[in-house]
């Protein structure tokens, strides 16, 4: 039992809660630089793969146990890092890294050799099965342990998909919402199942590269200055906007992400007010108990689709004159993209609760879940990258395996360590194949908003329709006849 007083420490008299935001940010910024600067002193953690922003997450929990645990400082009768806190962060940043890399434009790069590059159809459906067997594979896990352990939601294992295929941000967003239907610790659940994707990713990246390499089929190469693109031919094209003018274009770049955020806002406010008042249960039926939440859950979902419609009027603008210039940049989009991405993965893993995730139930949920989602996601991955990549199977694996494990900033890095110029369309795949992924996972997506309804048949329909629908989309993908390959020159 902890002995230590809560030490209080007195605020400036200027202080208020918003310093407590300002701060915890501070220290979020200063948690990446104090990583970056071990995984660069490290080397053996530099060889892991093991991205920066993964132990600044673990450098950020240790820190928030050791302040409101161990040492129980408070500024103000609040502590300096909050689970709270985190959790927010993770949730908007998420949206807000779709929006950057929603708004940008059709660029490439590096030169994609002359390989014939595979159907958009063919990675989506590659995304959205993992993710369906993620599903199977994680329920039938958690229906099991349910029966040993009375803290194990059955319906919780849906989380894996969450966590492994779709990253921190829909974890925290799944998970907080199934702690609103009686799941204690779910959150907690869903953020730790993530944390172990991208330990799995940089694992099994490792253990692949490393299988490659010794049989002679993968030849690392190592950026030089050389292969750097020169700055001023990416941050000002012809029709853009000058980089500094009355305004910064970086700034223009963020105001634009967060007008597209605000009417995300409005669409969902709006949207949700309107099932509200149509709901014929006025203690709260289906729509409010189960849609409502969900459109706020997958709140990048909806920051996608808005980004769609900003652009085709944008588009519509510049046809009929009224815009002359392009305000967009796709390098400064990008850049935006991985701070938001950077700082969701460092809060997401802050933000988990330990203590929820203490019981033996938990644990050995967990470990069994992460060891049996990783391999699954492994052979899965590296089965179908064999019969549908062919032409670049190794780079394929390593794009697809990382993204369904982490996030496609993952799957990007763990490509680097082999096609570090992107010669391959493996890139492009994984891009194009996330978006088409959106449509084919509206089933999952479906499903996660009112599988943890009472009553078994909520619970075994759905299993039984992850199923199915699985089984109909591995058909399609493994048919020959909707692979209409294209080569990029």
């Not at 093991?50 to 645990?69: C, E, R």
């Not at 190592?222 to 305004?247: C, F, H, W, Y």
């Not at 493994?478 to 080569?487: A, G």
Request: overall charge positive; glycine content about 10%.
């Amino acid at each position: 039992m902890n002995t230590w007083p809560i030490l209080t420490i007195l605020p400036p008299s200027d202080f208020n809660s918003y310093w407590s935001i300002v701060t915890q940010i501070l220290i979020l910024c200063s948690l990446l630089l104090l990583a970056n600067t071990i995984r660069r002193k490290v080397i053996f953690i530099q060889k892991a793969l093991i991205p920066t922003s993964i132990i600044a997450g673990f450098l950020g929990l240790g820190l928030k146990y050791l302040l409101n645990n161990a040492l129980q400082i408070q500024i103000d009768g609040a502590f300096l890092v909050t689970s709270d806190f985190m959790s927010i962060v993770t949730y908007h940043m998420i949206a807000i890294g779709f929006i950057a890399l929603g708004l940008k434009g059709s660029e490439k790069i590096g030169k994609v050799r002359n390989m014939k590059q595979v159907n958009p159809v063919k990675s989506g459906l590659l995304i959205v099965t993992t993710y369906m067997l993620q599903g199977i594979v994680g329920l039938i896990i958690t229906i099991i342990a349910a029966l040993v352990f009375t803290d194990i939601a059955a319906y919780s294992g849906v989380l894996l998909p969450m966590g492994y295929g779709q990253g921190p941000g829909q974890a925290n967003n799944i998970g907080l919402l199934y702690e609103g239907a009686g799941f204690v610790g779910g959150r907690s659940f869903g953020l730790t199942i993530s944390t172990m994707g991208f330990i799995s990713a940089a694992i099994g990246g490792v253990i692949y590269l490393n299988i490659m390499i010794k049989r002679g089929k993968i030849k690392r190469v190592e950026r030089t200055d050389a292969n750097k693109p020169q700055l001023t031919s990416i941050v000002e094209g012809s029709d853009e906007i000058p980089v500094v003018e009355s305004v910064d274009k970086m700034s223009v770049q963020m105001a634009i992400v967060g007008l597209v955020y605000l009417l995300s806002w409005l669409f969902m406010y709006g949207l949700t007010s309107l099932l509200g008042v149509l709901d014929t249960n006025p203690a709260g039926g289906f729509l409010t108990k189960s849609v409502i939440p969900l459109i706020w859950g997958f709140n990048f979902i909806v920051a996608t689709f808005v980004t769609i419609l900003v652009k085709k009027f944008v588009k519509f603008i510049k046809k009929i004159k009224l815009m002359k210039r392009t305000y967009t940049n796709d390098f400064m989009l990008n850049r935006i993209a991985g701070v938001a991405f950077d700082f969701m993965i460092i809060a997401s893993i802050t933000a988990i609760d330990i203590e929820m995730i203490s019981s033996l139930g938990m644990i050995v949920t967990l470990i069994i879940i992460g060891l049996v989602g990783a391999l699954v996601t492994y052979f899965y991955i590296r089965h179908i990258t064999k019969s549908v990549y062919k032409d670049y199977p190794d780079e394929a694996f390593l794009a697809f395996y990382g993204n369904l494990t982490g996030t496609v900033s993952t799957g990007i890095s763990i490509l680097r360590e082999m096609d570090p110029n992107f010669e391959t369309p493996a890139s492009y795949d994984l891009v194009a194949g996330s978006t088409t992924a959106i449509a084919f996972g509206f089933p999952i997506l479906l499903i996660t908003g009112f599988i943890y309804n009472e009553g078994w048949y909520w619970l075994y329909g759905s299993l039984a329709g992850l199923i199915v629908i699985f089984i109909v989309f591995y058909v399609f993908l493994m048919r020959r006849k909707i692979n209409k390959p294209t080569t990029n020159q």
